[in-house]
């Protein structure tokens, strides 16, 4: 079993920078996939960004060139570090561990980023 904590969100100005970071504790292998996804009210949640136990990442286009994925193995944690916000980033942003040799999914419970204009 594998929880996830989410931190960092909060108001921030259009223009600023945010750093989400997810904690992971349990079991989690290295070659777990890593994912932020967020979720606006009345809409599916979309995924934002991903990073492959290699490092490899990948993003949704209207992130691409100002958020970055990452993950810390050692530590269990993978963080999203949000630049150039704009009003439409606002959104509830989840964690999420994806367990690929067995299709399982884990969920954090979201950590709220509002961005003003």
């Known amino acids: 079993q594998v929880q996830l904590v989410e931190s960092g969100g909060g108001l921030v100005q259009a223009g600023g920078s945010l750093r989400l970071s997810c904690a992971a504790s349990?079991?989690?292998?290295?070659?777990?996939?890593m994912n932020w996804y967020r979720q606006t009210p009345g809409k599916q949640r979309e995924l934002v960004a991903t990073?492959?136990?290699?490092?490899?990442?990948n993003y949704a286009d209207p992130v691409k060139g100002r958020f970055t994925i990452s993950r810390d193995n050692a530590k269990n944690t993978v963080y999203l570090q949000m630049n150039s916000l704009k009003p439409e980033d606002t959104a509830v942003y989840y964690c999420?561990?994806?367990?690929?040799?067995?299709?399982?999914?884990?969920w954090g419970k979201g950590t709220l980023v509002t961005v003003s204009s």
């Open positions: 990073v492959t136990s290699g490092g490899s990442t």
């Open positions: 349990g079991s989690i292998f290295s070659t777990d996939v």
């Open positions: 999420n561990v994806r367990r690929v040799i067995l299709n399982i999914n884990w």
